[in-house]
Structures are given as C-alpha cells and as structure tokens.
C-alpha cells in the first residue's frame, strides 16, 4: 500500500471514528491531501465496501441529531442534500404529519409561550421562526392556531 494511500485511509479512519460522515463530507475534508482524485475514489470505496463509511447509516444519525434538535423535515433534506445525501432517511419517513406538527407546536412555544399568536404581525413572526427551522406551511399554520388547550405538550 502506498504512503499516500495509506495517509488519506487512516485520516479518514480518524475522521470516522469520531462521527459518522458522508462521502462527500470525506472527500472534501481530504481533498487537498490526496495525490489524486482517483487515488481518493479508492479509499473511500474500500471505506465504504468494508462497511467503515456508509451513506445511509450518516443519514440515519444526521435525521435524528436535527430532529432532537427541533427542526422540521424541509430543513433536514436539504442539509443531508447539502452533505451528498440525497432521499429520506428512516427516522425521516417514521414521523407522521402529526408528529411534525406537534414538534413544530414544541418550538413555537419553547420560543414564544404557550398561547396562540392573536395579531398578524407576531403570526407573521413565529411562522418565520418555525421555516427558518424547517417545518412546511401545512405544520405552521396549525401549529400557530393551537394552544394548550388542543391536549398537546407546553413544555
């Protein structure tokens, strides 16, 4: 095995074992230390046919990392997009609309309160909040006309 093959699969192997990445994610992180681009397409391929590097199981632990964080499904496809991912991932596909919506109703309130936007202009500024974190209109404009009252979690 050559230096610089031996070089890019053991900084991948360091940048693996401390978070799952995709493969675009590696490339561009060793880009500028490979020889060449094919020599770079080898080491990822044997990374990822030995199970070390794998697309989907980054989509997996990406999804679920955003969506703990509060963010809504629209905002999730397009980073896993942004990181060479492209379809939905499980955890994606396994929320309901609803759960959607009660998670988009969670971040309302943990930023606003509980109660109900009356005025536009403040339905105007939590429904901002909630796309700016991903959450489509449907999830918006009904988490904007629940309260508390609607038997769904205040936090």
Excluded: N
Aim: proline share 3%; no cysteine.
């Amino acid at each position: 095995m050559s230096d610089d093959r031996q070089y890019l699969r053991e900084r991948a192997m360091k940048l693996l074992a401390r978070r799952e990445h995709s493969r675009l994610e590696l490339w561009r992180k060793l880009e500028r230390a490979a020889e060449s681009g094919e020599l770079l397409a080898e080491v990822l391929d044997e990374l990822a046919g030995e199970g070390w590097q794998s697309d989907e199981r980054f989509a997996e632990s990406f999804s679920r990392q955003r969506i703990e964080a509060g963010y809504g499904p629209l905002r999730i496809r397009s980073e896993l997009e942004q990181r060479g991912v492209s379809g939905d991932s499980q955890a994606l596909t396994a929320l309901a609309e609803d759960d959607w919506v009660t998670m988009a109703l969670e971040q309302r309130q943990k930023r606003f309160g509980p109660e109900a936007p009356a005025e536009w202009k403040e339905k105007g500024r939590q429904g901002r909040f909630l796309a700016q974190k991903g959450y489509s209109h449907s999830h918006i404009e009904k988490a904007l006309a629940m309260t508390p009252d609607d038997g769904l979690p205040t936090d």
